[in-house]
């Protein structure tokens, strides 16, 4: 149903900021919970943060908190990422996530398998 692109990503160095915008086409936008993960080289894909319908709860992994942020905009069937103090563990490939959702959920959902749409991915790259 849903098809998301991701767009963004890019090379900074160590202390920079990146803003990464994920646009969705199909499917009922303000109905998912929106997610993003990364995978670094040879390692498992890894939750980052999320977003609950009508961004009510946001949740964080703990390299997230105080640094990520998570935004949305239903009318443009967006979500963004702006992600501040880079650091070169932070590189990885980037994927927005998203699963539809009842309104009333607000848990936590860390596993790649709860999310059935995905973007291609945008590449981060920190440099030290």
């Known amino acids: 149903q849903a098809r998301l692109v991701e767009s963004g990503g890019g090379l900074v160095q160590a202390g920079g900021s990146l803003r990464l915008s994920c646009v969705a086409s199909?499917?009922?936008?303000?109905?998912?919970?929106l997610a993003w993960f990364r995978q670094a080289a040879g390692k498992e894909r890894e939750f980052v943060i999320s977003?609950?319908?009508?961004?009510?709860?946001?949740h964080y992994s703990a390299s997230a908190k105080g640094r990520f942020t998570i935004a949305r905009d239903n009318d443009k069937k967006t979500v963004y990422l702006q992600m501040n103090d880079l650091k070169p563990e932070d590189t990885a490939v980037y994927f927005c996530?998203?699963?539809?959702?009842?309104?009333?959920?607000?848990?936590?959902?860390?596993?790649?398998?709860?999310?059935?749409?995905w973007g291609q991915g945008t590449q981060v790259t920190v440099s030290s």
């Open positions: 977003l609950t319908r009508n961004s009510a709860t946001t």
């Open positions: 199909g499917g009922m936008f303000s109905r998912y919970t």
């Open positions: 996530a998203a699963k539809d959702s009842i309104l009333t959920d607000q848990n936590i959902r860390l596993s790649p398998r709860d999310y059935p749409y």
